[in-house]
């Protein structure tokens, strides 16, 4: 299968700085790239749908100005956590979306603790 | 809407029991389905899934799982269950609008006793 992978796997930042992890499909052209967050203990849930060379498609309660998603090339998408607060603490998680209704692959993940 | 449920958060079990995780979905038409594991460090990986076709479905390292429309439930079994096998259990659903959006279930926490 693909292999995605996430960088950093993890980051501790201060509250009100901004925050971006990238993921990158290392052997796959991928047009499309979920993001999801994942709270302790939680399932993961979705944040957004980056689409390469668009805007990305947000779910609904989540702040598109506060995530913010760049999907340049085929092989990077960008998720930049702005302003981050407390709150904002969770394991962010991309995935590359396949053909679909195929499976996803999916990055290790990036911790983000904001103190 | 669609929805995934994992009606147990946690379960134990002896290494070499036989293992079943339940899910339960809702959904409108046919569901695409799958099953993944997350382990500590690493992303989650796809045990197996279901599209159409024969209902029990083979995985990978020894899973399987049986799809029943009557019941909504795609629940995954394991015959003998090995210490390897501690991790998080999701069950997912391919969401409406041909989109590949995946939602997934509140997850299933396995541990295995020696």
């Known amino acids: 299968g693909a292999v995605v992978s996430q960088h950093p796997s993890w980051v501790i930042c201060k509250s009100g700085t901004s925050v971006k992890i990238e993921c990158r499909s290392l052997?796959?052209?991928?047009?499309?790239m979920f993001w999801y967050r994942q709270f302790p203990k939680q399932s993961l849930m979705l944040m957004a749908t980056?689409?390469?060379?668009?805007?990305?498609?947000?779910e609904q309660g989540v702040e598109k100005d506060k995530f913010l998603i760049n999907h340049a090339s085929l092989t990077l998408s960008t998720l930049t956590v702005t302003s981050a607060h407390p709150e904002d603490s969770s394991f962010y998680i991309c995935?590359?979306?396949?053909?679909?209704?195929?499976?996803?692959?999916f990055g290790p993940g990036t911790r983000l603790t904001v103190l | 809407a669609q929805s995934v449920t994992q009606p147990d958060i946690h379960i134990t079990v002896s290494e070499g029991a036989s293992l079943e995780l339940r899910c339960n979905y809702s959904y409108g038409a046919t569901p695409y389905l799958f099953w993944y594991v997350q382990s500590p460090g690493q992303g989650l990986q796809l045990l197996l899934k279901y599209f159409s076709g024969d209902t029990l479905v083979q995985g990978i390292k020894g899973f399987e799982a049986e799809f029943k429309r009557s019941q909504s439930s795609f629940n995954l079994r394991k015959p003998s269950v090995h210490w390897s096998d501690a991790a998080e259990y999701f069950c997912a659903v391919v969401g409406s609008g041909n989109t590949g959006k995946l939602i997934f279930g509140q997850g299933t926490t396995l541990q295995v006793k020696p």
């Open positions: 052997d796959f052209q991928a047009t499309t």
């Open positions: 995935s590359e979306g396949g053909v679909f209704p195929d499976e996803q692959f």
């Open positions: 980056s689409n390469e060379g668009s805007k990305a498609t947000y």
